[in-house]
Nanobody
């Protein structure tokens, strides 16, 4: 079992920055995929950024060049650095990790971009 806890969300003005953190605990060896998703009110959940195999990273077109996914395996942490935030980035951001056939999710953290 893997437990994920996100933190770092909050209210930020347009153009501002936030760094989200995802702390993983439990049986974390063998995790091959980690990602950040987001879901805005009334919209479907969408992939924001992902890292697989420890090397390959991909971003949604809407965040390319503004967001960066990274990890610190020594601390069992995954981060999402978000810059140049826009009101349309407002959503609940959730961390996801895959181990074998199991997919694990955190509870999410709210990001609100507003002046």
């Amino acid at each position: 079992q893997v437990r994920l806890v996100e933190s770092g969300g909050g209210l930020v003005q347009p153009g501002g920055s936030l760094r989200l953190s995802c702390a993983a605990s439990g049986s974390i060896s063998g995790i091959s995929y980690m990602a950040w998703y987001r879901q805005a009110p009334g919209k479907q959940r969408e992939l924001v950024a992902r890292r697989s195999g420890g090397v390959s990273t991909n971003y949604a077109d809407s965040v390319e060049g503004r967001f960066t996914i990274s990890s610190d395996n020594t601390k069992n942490m995954v981060y999402l650095e978000m810059n140049s935030l826009k009101p349309e980035d407002t959503a609940v951001y959730s961390c996801n990790m895959v181990k074998g056939f199991n997919s694990y999710w955190g509870q999410g953290t709210q990001v609100t971009v507003s002046s």
